[in-house]
C-alpha cells in the first residue's frame, strides 16, 4: 500500500466519529406549526414569519365590509388565496371596476412584485392570505395617496 493510499485509509478512518456524530442533526426536521382558525392574528401581524425580516412570510388580511385597498405596490411577488367572503381585485394604478375580478374562497391570484393593484369588498368581510418574501413593504401609487 503506498503511503497516499494509507493517508486517505487512515483519515477515513478518523472522519467516520465525526459522521456519525453529526448524522442525527442532519436527520432532525423542524417542527410544523398547526394554527386553528380560532387563533389567527389578522393583519398587521404576520405568522409565521416577519415581513420586514427575510424570508418567506404569511399575512392573514381581514376586510371589513366595504373596505378598499387604494392602488398600490410591494417590492416582492404576493400569492394571495382567498379564505371566506368575496374581494374584487385590479390591476393598474387607478380604480377601474370594469377591469376588477370578483375573487371567491379558493381563488388565488399572484401579484408580480411592483405591480399596482387595488382591491374592496361590499357587502361583506373578506379574509385573505397572502405570502411574499421579505422584506416587504407597501408603496400606496402617488395619485391615489391624494384621494
Known amino acids: 500500500m503506498s503511503p497516499k493510499m494509507v493517508f486517505a485509509a487512515a483519515l477515513a478512518v478518523s472522519l467516520i466519529p465525526t459522521l456519525l456524530v453529526a448524522a442525527p442533526s442532519v436527520a432532525q426536521q423542524a417542527e410544523a406549526t398547526i394554527i386553528n382558525p380560532d387563533s ?5 401581524i404576520a405568522f409565521p414569519g416577519n415581513p ?11 376586510f371589513a365590509p366595504g ?9 416582492d411577488q404576493r400569492i394571495m388565496t382567498v379564505l371566506s367572503g368575496t374581494i374584487h381585485v385590479g390591476t393598474g394604478t387607478e380604480i377601474d371596476e370594469g377591469r376588477a ?5 379558493g381563488s388565488v391570484v399572484v401579484i408580480p412584485a411592483d405591480a399596482p393593484h387595488y382591491g ?3 357587502e361583506g368581510e ?4 397572502e405570502v411574499g418574501t421579505a422584506p416587504t413593504g407597501i408603496k400606496i401609487w402617488p395619485k391615489a395617496a391624494g384621494k
Request: glycine residues 2%; without cysteine; aromatic residues 10%.
Open 40 to 44: 389567527l392574528k389578522w393583519n398587521p
Open 126 to 129: 373578506a379574509l385573505l392570505q
Open 101 to 105: 375580478v370578483a375573487l371567491k374562497p
Open 52 to 62: 420586514t425580516a427575510s424570508g418567506i412570510y404569511v399575512i392573514f388580511v381581514k
Open 67 to 75: 373596505a378598499k385597498a387604494l392602488p398600490h405596490t410591494h417590492p
Open 120 to 122: 374592496w369588498t361590499t
